[in-house]
């Protein structure tokens, strides 16, 4: 058995001072720093986790949807019962990116939450939930896409719930092979 080599405490402190001078960037009011200081706290991994959760509180929007964006990159299932949470953001934004989130988990017990999605008021947000049903796979996403694709007249929804369709199908790993999941 490895012995695994701990950290430094100097590389503890260095992680927990990115770790705040990245949390203060995602309020920035610059697109492109935000989404720098996403990609950071993605690098940072599991440490990052418990104040993305934190931040899923925010009253900026923004701040909400990056920590959502983290969560779902990071791929932790400790970031699950948060996502699943989020998907009741009063803001689109932040239930998109929940739902991507919670396909990026691949976690087949978000199927039933994704399912309900697909009648969120949002295109956007339902194409994000038909996307992460197509990741999860399995035969609920299967029948909860069948599902939406029924009654579904909104063109852009239908193609995304085809395309997921097909993923799902294959248990999701098509399209985790072709491609990375979009980011919007």
């Known amino acids: ?12 402190r260095l992680n927990s001072r990115d770790l705040q001078i990245l949390i203060s960037r995602l309020s920035d009011p610059d697109k492109a720093v935000r989404v720098e200081a996403m990609r950071g706290l993605v690098a940072l991994g599991r440490p990052a986790i418990p104040a993305c959760i934190a931040l899923l509180q925010n009253d900026d929007w923004k ?4 920590a959502a964006e ?6 932790d299932g400790e970031a699950y019962a948060s996502l699943i949470a989020a998907l009741d953001d009063e803001k689109d934004h932040v239930r998109y990116m929940a739902a ?5 988990l691949v976690d087949p017990r978000a199927v039933a939450r994704l399912r309900l ?27 909860a896409l069948r599902a ?12 995304a719930i085809l395309e997921a369709l097909h993923d799902a199908e294959n248990d999701g790993r098509e399209r985790s092979e072709r491609q990375e999941f979009e980011h919007r």
Do not use: C, W
């Open 70 to 75: 983290v969560l779902g990159l990071i791929g």
């Open 117 to 143: 999605m697909q009648r969120d008021e949002n295109e956007f947000v339902q194409r994000s939930a038909a996307r992460s049903l197509g990741m999860i796979g399995g035969e609920d996403a299967v029948l």
């Open 148 to 159: 939406a694709l029924e009654g579904e007249a909104t063109e852009g929804v239908r193609a």
């Open 100 to 104: 991507k989130g919670l396909g990026l």
């Open 1 to 12: 058995m490895t012995q695994s080599i701990p950290p430094e405490p100097e590389d503890d």
């Open 63 to 66: 701040v909400r949807y990056r």
